[in-house]
Each structure stands twice: as C-alpha cells, then as structure tokens.
C-alpha cells in the first residue's frame, strides 16, 4: 500500500470511520448530552412513535398559517362589497398612514422606479431605453401622475396593475415579488405622492371626469391628446414613436391587417374603440381600446386635421 493510503487509512480510523451510513453511533469520547433520547426534525423516527417514520410532522389537515387565510376581499384582491375596484383603502393601512407611505416609498424604489421613474413620470432608465431602440417594453411606462391615473385610477385598480399586471403583459404582475401588505404600502406611497403635486387628487377619488367636453373643438382635442396619453405613442412632428404619428393622417391611404383603408371618420372611431379590428403594418397590435365618446372622437379629429 502507498503511503498515501496508508495516511488515509489512518486518518479514517481515528475519524471515526465516517463516510458510509450506519445505525451505530459513532465513536464519540465526550457525550455530553448528545445521546439522550429524543427525535431530531430530518432524522428518521427510530422511537417507533410516528408510524410513517418521520420525525418532522406534516400540518394538520385545514391549518393555515397567520395571516394567510386569504378571506378578506378586499385587502387581498381590491375589490368592494359589490365586487367592483375598491375607492377605499383597507381600514389597516388608512390607521397606520405615515408608515404605509414609508414602507411604500421604499418598496416603490426597489420595484416600480426603474420604469416609472423616482418622481413617478415615467421616466425611469428602462423607459428611456424602451423609447431609444433599446430592449423594448411594447409600449411606454406612464407617468403616474396623469390625470387618467392620478383621479381616475381607484386605489383597487392600482392594487390590480400590481397584482395582475396591466394590458396582457405590457407591465409584467408582480404578484410574486410583493407581498400583499406590500402592494397597499405602495399605492399609499404613489396616492401621497399624486396628492402633494395636485392637491385636487383624493385619497379615495369617486371617479372625477378628466376633460368635459360639451363641444367638439380642435383645442379640446389637443387637450385630449395629452389627457388620454394619445401622445405616449403617437406624434404630432411626423416621428414615429409606438405607433404612426398623426401628422398628416386625416385623408392618409393606409395597409392594414384588413387591407388598404384611408382614414377617415368610420376608420377613425374604429381605431379607437377597436384597435385591433385593423392594424396598420409595420406596427405592433400595441394600441389599448380607448374610452372616448362621440365628442371626444369628434374633437380629437378637428385637432389631428390642423397636423398638416
Ligand atoms: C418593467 C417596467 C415596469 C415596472 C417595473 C412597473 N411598471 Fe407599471 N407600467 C408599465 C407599463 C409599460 C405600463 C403601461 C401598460 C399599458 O398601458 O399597456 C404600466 C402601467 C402602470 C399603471 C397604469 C395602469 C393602467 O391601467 O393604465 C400603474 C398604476 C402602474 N403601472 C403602477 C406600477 C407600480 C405601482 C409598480 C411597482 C410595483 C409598477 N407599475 C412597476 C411598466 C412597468
Ligand atoms: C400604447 C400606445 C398607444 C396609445 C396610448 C394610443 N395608441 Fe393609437 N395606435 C397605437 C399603435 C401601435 C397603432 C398602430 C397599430 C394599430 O393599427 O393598431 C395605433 C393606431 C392608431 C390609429 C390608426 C392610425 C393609422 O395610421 O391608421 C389611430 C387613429 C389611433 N391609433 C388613435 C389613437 C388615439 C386617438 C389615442 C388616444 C386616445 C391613441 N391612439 C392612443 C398605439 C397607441
């Protein structure tokens, strides 16, 4: 035998002879109180106490662990009574609001800042390479403080963009990431933040109207432009940003999806309330079906044909 087999016999034996399993205890000069009688968690029940051998005990059937039962509608889906978004946060993070916003402003900056950005207009540094032809989000972060979202968007629709994510995928959930407790936190961060920058938005907004329109006009198109977020992917200088800018669109002779249109009121109010009837090629199906009625249509109209 070599020497080096030799050395490592040796050192075997006065190891103990560790290395193959056994039952036997293994040499051991000083106890202390190793050896007295009890059941260790990953060890196999060797007391004969458990029938199936196990020493670590599963749970009893129906336990639930604290504050997971998962039965309070709104804390952990957002919705009312009625089944619809909540307007109202839960009782437990209105009482504790100081430390609701602060908990949230430091979740805020570790999920949501990179592309919302840190004062929340989106414009954090992944938007900023979605919009140079870097690796592409299919379409822009918004600014959380349009008023579209800012007053419009109730405390349970937040809750729902983080819970579920927004619009297939566009932002990704982050249900995984951020606990519940969590997710209130931050939509109580994001609504302290919209208040200080326009005092007119509330806590619980009941749905205020951004823009009445009582008369079509050009100017309350352009109005609409900004307030509907037309201009997070269209134009008005001719570039193209996620979809086809509106410079010189009215009248414009288009291939889509559906073949050749030219764009005119029909094709227009459908493009808006239903994106995806035709897509114009070279585009993505990127466009959200829009809300507007038929003065806000009307007007954003008169404002596209003043884009010469
Ligand atoms: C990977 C980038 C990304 C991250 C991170 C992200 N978002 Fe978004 N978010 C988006 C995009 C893109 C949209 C627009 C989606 C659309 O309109 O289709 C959006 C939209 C929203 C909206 C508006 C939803 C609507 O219905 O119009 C809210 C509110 C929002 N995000 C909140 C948050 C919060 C809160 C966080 C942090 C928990 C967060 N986002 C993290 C990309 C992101
Ligand atoms: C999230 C990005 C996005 C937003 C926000 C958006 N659009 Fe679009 N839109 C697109 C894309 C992408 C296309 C091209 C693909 C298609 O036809 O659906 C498009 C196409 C259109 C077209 C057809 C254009 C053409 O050249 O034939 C019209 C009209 C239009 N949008 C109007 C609007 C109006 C009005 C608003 C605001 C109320 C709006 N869009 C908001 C992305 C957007």
Known sequence: MSLKWTAFAAVSVLAGCRGWETEERPVHLIKNMDTQEKGKAYRRDTT???ADGRMMRAPVEGTVAQGQLGDDLLLEEGVDEAGQPSKAFPAAVKSAWDEQVSRGQDRYQIYCLPCHGANLDG????AALALDGGPRLTVPPPSLHLERIAKDMVVGKIYSAIRAGVN??????????IPVADRWAIIAYVKSEQMKKDASVQQEPGGVVVQVVTVATAEAGAVLYKAKTCNACHSTDGSKIVGPTFQGLWGRSEETSAGAVTVDDAYFKESILQPMAKIVNGYPPAMPPQQLNDLEIESLKLFIQTLK
């Open 48 to 50: 004969g106490l458990f």
């Open 168 to 177: 297939n995928g566009n932002m990704p959930s982050y249900a995984a990431q």
């Open 123 to 126: 414009k954090g540094t992944v």
